[in-house]
């Protein structure tokens, strides 16, 4: 008598989704270290030959040039992301192809305006920006098409499953950078230092080799097997039309993450006279962000789990991620954030002792970071169960709240007014996500597992 032992289909397709996760949070995390590693060497070896001076205006430029880039993209990528996997999907291919192609065009005239309107203000306003700083802005400016398009090109490879070859370049060019301004630096004569204009020629052609590099992968994706040979095919209006609607919401979550968390270097370039005061708080930030690197890393692991367990009911399952991810946020922040602040003199050794006045800068970056950690990965459940609404609103209620006591403070207290304004800006996240959570479907639910699938409904009008 023989015995037959039946694996359910749902139960196999479960633990295949499941690995599947698990290898893509795997290369995701190995790219991301990868591209930390390579950035904080770059950032060491441009902190140290720049000196506080250069290297505030290279900050400020690149600063500029990644706050003008999301207006470059209009909200295109995070837009290609959701329509190119839901047509591809159901394949409507027709679809497809006219989103490619409306992206790419809109991209295209959107990065080249941008560009050109920065590149116009910096040339017009040459004397009073000041010649190092205004040559500086202008490799910014060209690369503001070149960081937008790559992204959206990205988006769209990450959208077709393409994982390594939409992330490689986020762990390249920070590489392609640490050796030529390594090389360039130590080939540099004393009597002739690097200058902040050539580390951001430096940087250009970084980011050039990687926008060249992720268009090949673009091209020879299979998303663009086909698209191009079917625009003769109509395409709804209405469809345009909610791309638009979304587009122009992600765009608003984009720049209120920008007044969240990354307006702070701009504020003190145009807040205080010095401009050292700017690259003290640039590199101050730099090793702050490594103790965030592993909440950011868990976030790209778990934001889909919570996406697939709202969808199939089971809020028990997600309540429990939940509280795993914030333990883990807070387990990796904590020792992270205070090993760096015991290592301050190691850093400052590295960097050079002219950004030891940063030290308590630094201090104030790390502590903001510690009180976000325990807020985990929260507000991917409200981004991915349809909250997205909820999640503009806190992200708006911390923008404010950044900008208005940066402006407060640094004026009295320096640099360290930032620092404040970072904390209380946690602060305001960590409570008003948990508070979020708490009236959240799922927390006011009870079932283990349910047999109804719960229709996910988006707060973005559709």
């Given at each position: 008598?023989?015995?037959?032992?039946?694996?359910?289909?749902?139960?196999?397709?479960?633990?295949?989704?499941?690995?599947?996760?698990?290898?893509?949070?795997?290369?995701?995390?190995?790219?991301?270290?990868?591209?930390?590693?390579?950035?904080?060497?770059?950032?060491?070896?441009?902190?140290?030959?720049?000196?506080?001076?250069?290297?505030?205006?290279?900050?400020?430029?690149?600063?500029?040039?990644?706050?003008?880039?999301?207006?470059?993209?209009?909200?295109?990528?995070?837009?290609?992301?959701?329509?190119i996997a839901e047509y591809t999907a159901k394949n409507e291919l027709n679809k497809r192809a006219a989103i490619i192609r409306d992206s790419t065009f809109a991209s295209v005239i959107?990065?080249?305006?941008?560009?050109?309107?920065?590149?116009?203000?910096?040339?017009?306003?040459?004397?009073?920006?000041?010649?190092?700083?205004?040559?500086?802005?202008?490799?910014?400016?060209?690369?503001?098409?070149?960081?937008?398009?790559?992204?959206?090109?990205?988006?769209?490879?990450?959208?077709?499953?393409?994982?390594?070859?939409?992330?490689?370049?986020?762990?390249?060019?920070?590489?392609?950078?640490?050796?030529?301004?390594?090389?360039?630096?130590?080939?540099?004569?004393?009597?002739?230092?690097?200058?902040?204009?050539?580390?951001?020629?430096?940087?250009?052609?970084?980011?050039?080799?990687?926008?060249?590099?992720?268009?090949?992968?673009f091209l020879r994706s299979p998303l663009l097997r086909s698209p191009w040979r079917m625009n003769g095919q109509a395409i709804d209006d209405a469809d345009r039309l909610a791309w638009?609607?979304?587009?122009?919401?992600?765009?608003?979550a984009e720049i209120l993450v920008v007044l969240k968390s990354r307006i702070s270097i701009a504020i003190a370039g145009a807040t205080l006279v010095a401009h050292e005061s700017a690259?003290?708080?640039?590199?101050?930030?730099?090793?702050?962000?490594?103790?965030?690197?592993?909440?950011?890393?868990?976030?790209?692991?778990?934001?889909?789990?919570?996406?697939?367990?709202?969808?199939?009911?089971?809020?028990?399952?997600?309540?429990?991620?939940?509280?795993?991810?914030?333990?883990?946020?807070?387990?990796?922040?904590?020792?992270?954030?205070?090993?760096?602040?015991?290592?301050?003199?190691?850093?400052?050794?590295?960097?050079?002792?002219?950004?030891?006045?940063?030290?308590?800068?630094?201090?104030?970056?790390?502590?903001?970071?510690?009180?976000?950690?325990?807020?985990?990965?929260?507000?991917?459940?409200?981004?991915?169960?349809?909250?997205?609404?909820?999640?503009?609103?806190?992200?708006?209620?911390?923008?404010?709240?950044?900008?208005?006591?940066?402006?407060?403070?640094?004026?009295?207290?320096?640099?360290?007014?930032?620092?404040?304004?970072?904390?209380?800006?946690?602060?305001?996240?960590?409570?008003?996500?948990?508070?979020?959570?708490?009236?959240?479907?799922?927390?006011?639910?009870?079932?283990?597992?349910?047999?109804?699938?719960?229709?996910?409904?988006?707060?973005?009008?559709?």
């Open positions: 008598m023989s015995a037959t032992c039946s694996v359910p289909v749902s139960a196999t397709r479960t633990t295949r989704r499941a690995a599947s996760v698990t290898r893509s949070g795997a290369i995701a995390l190995s790219i991301r270290v990868l591209g930390a590693g390579g950035l904080l060497l770059s950032h060491i070896v441009l902190a140290r030959s720049l000196g506080p001076a250069g290297f505030a205006e290279y900050s400020l430029a690149f600063a500029w040039a990644q706050i003008l880039c999301v207006f470059a993209k209009l909200g295109i990528d995070n837009t290609v992301l959701r329509y959107a990065a080249g305006l941008v560009s050109l309107g920065f590149s116009a203000v910096v040339l017009t306003y040459w004397n009073t920006i000041g010649v190092k700083l205004a040559s500086c802005m202008l490799p910014a400016a060209a690369m503001i098409p070149l960081l937008s398009i790559r992204q959206i090109q990205e988006a769209s490879l990450r959208s077709a499953g393409r994982l390594f070859e939409s992330q490689i370049s986020t762990a390249l060019w920070p590489v392609i950078l640490f050796v030529l301004a390594g090389a360039t630096w130590w080939l540099s004569s004393p009597a002739k230092p690097l200058s902040s204009s050539t580390a951001m020629m430096l940087h250009l052609v970084s980011i050039l080799s990687m926008s060249a590099l992720v268009l090949y992968f638009a609607r979304v587009a122009i919401a992600f765009l608003a690259g003290l708080y640039s590199a101050m930030e730099r090793f702050a962000d490594v103790s965030i690197l592993g909440s950011q890393s868990l976030g790209l692991v778990i934001a889909p789990q919570f996406a697939s367990l709202y969808a199939a009911g089971r809020f028990t399952e997600m309540r429990r991620l939940v509280v795993q991810g914030q333990a883990l946020c807070v387990a990796f922040t904590l020792p992270v954030a205070v090993g760096v602040a015991c290592f301050g003199d190691t850093i400052f050794t590295l960097i050079g002792r002219d950004y030891q006045p940063g030290y308590h800068v630094l201090i104030a970056l790390l502590i903001s970071a510690c009180i976000a950690s325990f807020s985990g990965t929260s507000a991917y459940v409200l981004q991915m169960t349809g909250r997205e609404r909820t999640l503009l609103a806190i992200m708006g209620l911390c923008a404010v709240v950044n900008v208005a006591i940066s402006f407060l403070l640094i004026r009295p207290y320096g640099l360290l007014g930032l620092g404040f304004a970072q904390i209380a800006t946690s602060l305001v996240w960590t409570i008003a996500v948990s508070v979020s959570l708490q009236q959240h479907p799922a927390w006011q639910s009870t079932p283990e597992i349910s047999t109804r699938t719960p229709e996910i409904k988006s707060e973005v009008p559709q």
